[in-house]
């Protein structure tokens, strides 16, 4: 089955800048979407379609993807970034959903 | 403003039965494709299932570990959808999420709206 592979946590001081990646072999062919989720909280798209931001979030979430990789970068981490974050695609085929296995990201 | 509210969850023996509800209100229900995500106890985020308007057919598709067990289904005219879940298992305990989907590019499709999720424990 098809598999998104991602760092199991990220810490980073305020103010810095935090990288998260995801690998999965469709993502040349395929866009990329991250989420993210606070405690408690339902996910929240923060990044569409490799690289576009929806309306409402903050201009220091941006991504990119280049070969196999996706990466959410968070500029001028704020501690409210404080969240698990999990990037989401499909296979090559398109039948196949899947999300990636999730960043825990901490701001201190 | 759109409002997805889940309902129905609770504590299922394993092998029981249950039907999760997602009331949907502030957009044309009717034409919007919808999923169910879910997520298990201290775990990622896992898609369960979607269906896709009328007018696009009605068709659903499922996840492996869910298909044959599960059945999404849609009543348009009560803005309301469901998540049949039968021959539960322990390894179904997860709170579940409805969730709107958008087509984007290459068509591909993601999720936009988010329900608060309802949390479904089976356990003898």
């Known amino acids: 089955s098809y598999e998104l592979t991602q760092p199991p946590s990220v810490s980073v001081s305020p103010g810095q800048t935090a990288r998260i990646t995801c690998s999965g072999d469709?993502?040349?062919?395929?866009?990329a979407y991250w989420y993210q989720q606070k405690s408690g909280q339902a996910p929240v798209l923060v990044i569409y379609?490799?690289?576009k931001r929806p309306s409402g979030i903050p201009e220091r979430f941006s991504g990119s993807s280049s070969g196999t990789m996706a990466t959410l970068t968070i500029s001028g981490a704020q501690v409210e970034d404080e969240a698990d974050y999990y990037c989401?695609?499909?296979?090559?085929?398109?039948?196949?959903?899947?999300f990636g296995t999730g960043t825990k990201v901490t701001v201190l | 403003e759109v409002q997805l509210v889940e309902s129905g969850g609770g504590l299922v023996k394993p092998g029981g039965s249950l039907r999760l509800s997602c009331a949907a209100s502030g957009f044309t229900f009717s034409n919007a494709w919808m999923s169910w995500v879910r997520q298990a106890p201290g775990k990622g985020l896992e898609w369960v299932g979607r269906i896709k308007s009328k007018t696009d057919g009605g068709t659903t598709d499922y996840a492996a570990p869910v298909k044959g067990r599960f059945t999404i289904s849609r009543d348009d005219s009560k803005n309301t959808l469901y998540l049949q879940m039968n021959s539960l298992k322990t390894e179904d305990t997860a709170v579940y999420y409805c969730t709107t989907i958008k087509v984007g590019g290459n068509s591909q499709y993601y999720f936009d709206y988010w329900g608060q999720g309802t949390l479904v424990t089976v356990s003898s």
């Open positions: 379609e490799d690289s």
């Open positions: 989401y695609s499909t296979d090559s085929s398109g039948n196949h959903d899947v």
């Open positions: 469709a993502l040349p062919k395929k866009y």
